[in-house]
């Protein structure tokens, strides 16, 4: 089949996101502008560059309360996030944290989760994470849309700080059978890494 994202496809949902799959989930903690901690899980989220790593999150829409995002409006006005990286162990906390919550809700007390100290930045890390990113906010891209009550904003962010731990680590190298990282596929789909194989890249 062919379809225009512009017209209508015919499909029960739609295939977009299904296609661009599996994507890695960025759970980010930041805080607002008067300290209070906020956790969300985004699920357009990726690494971008690595030298210096750069990640890079799209916050879409609105705050069921009205205004932007917490995560955004934190972002903005602190400048720093943890992007903290959901392993299948944690899958139904950060389910929990994805709800649209009241911005009076402490999504780490809903979800059961402990607040860890960073250590380059303030916001806390999610302590029961197996690998966080300390990042400080780069730039901040408004992207098209087609809904004018819809915002749609990427947000980049350069890690100044990783956190790995020791259990996932062997021989120097992360073991992603010991990590086993989820991501997201389409519609209300995750997966998570069971198999792993190694390719060499051609020598020319």
């Known amino acids: 089949m062919f379809y225009k994202?512009?017209?209508?496809?015919?499909?029960?949902?739609?295939?977009?996101?299904?296609?661009?799959?599996?994507?890695?989930?960025?759970w980010i903690s930041s805080l607002a502008a008067d300290g209070t901690a906020n956790l969300a899980p985004f699920s357009f989220f990726n690494a971008m560059a690595e030298f210096p790593p750069i990640v890079a999150m799209a916050i879409n829409g609105s705050h069921s309360e009205g205004g932007a995002?917490?995560?955004?409006?934190?972002?903005?006005?602190?400048?720093?996030?943890?992007?903290?990286?959901?392993?299948?162990?944690?899958?139904?906390?950060?389910?929990?944290?994805?709800?649209?919550?009241?911005?009076?809700?402490?999504e780490f007390e809903k979800s059961g989760l402990t607040k860890e100290p960073s250590t380059l930045v303030k916001p806390p890390r999610v302590k029961e994470s197996p690998a966080h990113l300390e990042c400080v906010h780069y730039k901040t891209i408004v992207l098209p849309s087609n809904n004018p009550d819809v915002v749609n904003t990427m947000v980049l962010g350069e890690v100044i700080g990783i956190h790995i731990s020791d259990d996932i680590i062997v021989d120097g190298m992360i073991d992603m059978q010991k990590y086993r990282p989820l991501a997201r596929l389409g519609y209300m789909d995750y997966c998570h890494v069971q198999d792993v194989f190694a390719m060499q890249r051609p020598k020319v």
């Open 5 to 26: 994202p512009s017209e209508p496809h015919g499909l029960k949902h739609g295939p977009f996101k299904a296609i661009v799959a599996p994507r890695p989930i960025g």
């Open 69 to 106: 995002k917490d995560t955004l409006e934190n972002i903005h006005a602190t400048k720093e996030f943890v992007c903290n990286m959901v392993s299948y162990d944690l899958r139904a906390e950060m389910n929990l944290s994805s709800g649209m919550h009241p911005r009076s809700v402490d």
